[in-house]
């Protein structure tokens, strides 16, 4: 995976390669996906939902750039299997997911596989968590029509906030770095992508 999905196709942070050579991809799919963790592409989870493929997952870590001593935050949790690489890379990770079923299923993989510092809360995302805000890093796993304005909000001075962003009907996703100096939030576009739809309420 590492050698031939993620290094030529711009994966160059050490860090994160290492991150995702160390997590066990098998371990967040659905038993009968289990042979298939390691090939290039998404794959289905529970509930009409899809776990990235692994490149998606290395860049935008990547592009997130999560240091050390930085608290994370991750919109739409899904398997868990994107807040297990991050939780390698930064001091603690929230993942926000709205589907029940979903939420437990990936809080009991992250505690079975000793994932400490990942914690799953149910909800909508798309107003953040205020109580921990603000975030140097928020990754957003499904794609908005507009940027949630509390996201926005809940980054810190210096924060990167990944995002796909819907511009069209019928047309990949935007994936956006925004990032924020002081009161100035800009962003770049990164490249096109297909996430399953941020649902908010
Ligand atoms: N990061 C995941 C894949 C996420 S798929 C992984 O590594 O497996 C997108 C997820 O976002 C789905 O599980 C979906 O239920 C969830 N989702 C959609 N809208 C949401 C919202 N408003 N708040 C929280 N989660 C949301």
């Known amino acids: 995976m590492i050698a031939e999905q993620l290094r030529p196709h711009g994966v160059t942070d050490e860090r994160v390669l290492r991150?995702?050579?160390?997590v066990p991809r098998e371990e967040f799919l659905p038993p009968g996906l289990?042979?298939?963790?390691?090939?290039?592409r998404a794959l289905g989870i529970e509930c009409?939902?899809?776990?990235?493929?692994?490149?998606?997952?290395?860049?935008?870590?990547q592009a997130a750039a999560p240091q050390p001593d930085e608290v994370a935050l991750e919109v739409g949790a899904g398997s868990g299997y994107q807040g297990a690489v991050l939780s390698r890379l930064c001091r603690r990770v929230i993942t926000i997911e709205r589907e029940p079923a979903l939420a437990e299923r990936a809080a009991a993989t992250l505690k079975r596989l000793g994932y400490e510092n990942v914690e799953v809360a149910l909800g909508d995302g798309s107003v953040g968590w205020a109580r921990s805000a603000p975030f140097p890093v928020i990754l957003v796993a499904c794609a908005a029509r507009e940027v949630p304005p509390a996201l926005i909000d809940q980054l810190a001075d210096g924060g990167r906030l990944v995002?796909?962003?819907?511009?069209?009907?019928?047309?990949?996703?935007d994936l956006r770095l925004y990032t924020r100096?002081?009161?100035k939030v800009t962003y770049r576009s990164l490249f096109p992508v297909l996430f399953v739809p941020l649902r908010t309420g």
């Open 48 to 61: 009409g939902q899809t776990i990235s493929q692994p490149l998606v997952v290395a860049l935008m870590t």
């Open 34 to 40: 289990k042979s298939h963790a390691y090939e290039d």
């Open 163 to 173: 995002i796909p962003v819907e511009t069209a009907a019928d047309q990949p996703q």
């Open 19 to 22: 991150a995702m050579a160390d």
């Open 181 to 183: 100096a002081a009161e």
